[in-house]
């Protein structure tokens, strides 16, 4: 067989109008943290907090997307994508959450969107990307209902003020990670430790999503809304029912606490059990909340990055005899679990391992149990320790095949049958990675950090090419079946 031949055998195509983006998110990138009436934000608190982000980096100038917008356009035309997925910062809007508005924050925001559509890009706007206005969290954040109701605010004002210009908004952004990691483990802002208030967080941005989407709905006519889910293929490490009833239990924390209330409206049995006593936890739910919150939705955002191998606590020698490297704790230690790494899989910078073969399972049960409305694939990405070599390149080609395998495990999805129709790379831009600072560069852009200078990497041009092919070569991660 020719190579020609075997080329045209690995080329997958996808739809002739699927939407291909890139994203970010406000606190990573903006800067400009004082600028024209912004308040702080939960992330402006925590990042000042010694010890909280590495190196005691803070996003006060991030990537200075703040006043580089054109700039930064400038290279979404250059790749071609057809939409950008970016997120308004409520104290940049609403500075004390509650309150007056602050037009120079709604019009920073309309340069954007006016300035994506002279380029014939489609704004697709996350209306909470965790940087909670301080005030509100000062009162109670998100383990009070009042936030949420006060989120209802801030999303009527930016509709009224954007509506004309976006058609497809998104309500929260991984809400698993505002109220576990925010107020569970303290990994995030605001840095709590208490499971029954993360409990809580849980259900009030829930209902934030459902008091939102109709106000979105009444507000613009045509609106399409959504929610994006940080969602993870969670294995057990063996058959041993132990293991088995482990992976459910890390399952039903990430995944099914949201998917559940939004498709089936109702809280799955075994986590309502598990947490039953955890203070406020679950007692905060009123009537009504659940309709609410299951009210019909036209997408679902899907992030995925990793796969997630597990077994109980009390089984972690087994483990590491059956060769398995066991991790040393969990961040949630009600969950009574391990988790595993597979020795010789192929890690990012962040430790997770790649496995693109999890994206696929996790799309088909997704269809499976829960809905067939339309998926974007809104944030999928990975970390790797890129440098600028000596000729000025950036070849970071372990991020190249990475995205290959992800691609073609979502065609995978796509031939199955599951509704998939959009992908946007994480991140369009190196940026604050949460916690970890500057340390990890998502990007397909480097960002010099001390003079700001963008630079496309490989991945760029790779992807860019995807995108105008809307092909990819098709490549079997491991794991594959």
Known sequence: MSTSSNHSDRTRHFPPD???????????????????????SIWDTFSHTPGAVLNGDNGDIACDHYHRMD?????????????????????RVIPEGTGEVNQAGLDFYRRLVDGLRARDIEPTLTLYHWDLPQPLEDRGGWVVRDT?????????????????GVERWITLNEPWCSSWLGYGSGHHAPGKHDIGMATAANHHLLLAHGLATPILRDTIRGAKVGITLNLSDH??????????????????????????PIFHGRYPEDMLEHYCNESPGFSVVREGDLEL??????????NYYSPSTVVDESRATQARMAGYIVATGDQFPDLRLRGLETPGRDRTAMDWEIQAAGLTSLLVRIRDEYTGLPIYITENGAAFNDYVD?????????????????????????AAGVNVQGYFVWSLLDNFEWAFGYSQRFGIVWVDFPTGVRLPKESFRWYRDAVASNTVQYARSPGSH
Do not use: C
Not at 237 to 248: C, P, Q, T, W, Y
Not at 391 to 411: I, T
């Open 71 to 91: 700039e930064d356009l400038d290279l979404l035309a250059q790749l071609g994508v057809r939409a950008y997925r970016f997120s308004v910062a409520w104290p």
């Open 390 to 414: 000596p000729n000025g390149h950036v070849l970071d080609l372990n991020r190249v095949a990475y995205l290959q395998e992800h691609l073609s495990a979502m065609h995978d999805a796509i």
């Open 18 to 40: 699927f939407l291909w983006g890139a994203a970010t998110a406000s606190y990573q990138i903006e800067g400009a943290t004082k600028a024209d009436g912004r308040g702080p």
């Open 235 to 260: 294995r057990p490490g063996s058959d041993d029912e132990l293991d088995v009833a482990a992976a459910r239990r890390a399952d039903g924390n990430l995944n099914r606490l949201f998917l559940d």
């Open 293 to 302: 919150i299951a009210q019909p939705l036209d997408f679902l955002g899907v």
């Open 148 to 164: 949420a109701e006060a989120y209802a605010v801030y999303v009527e004002a930016v509709a009224r003020a954007l509506g004309d």
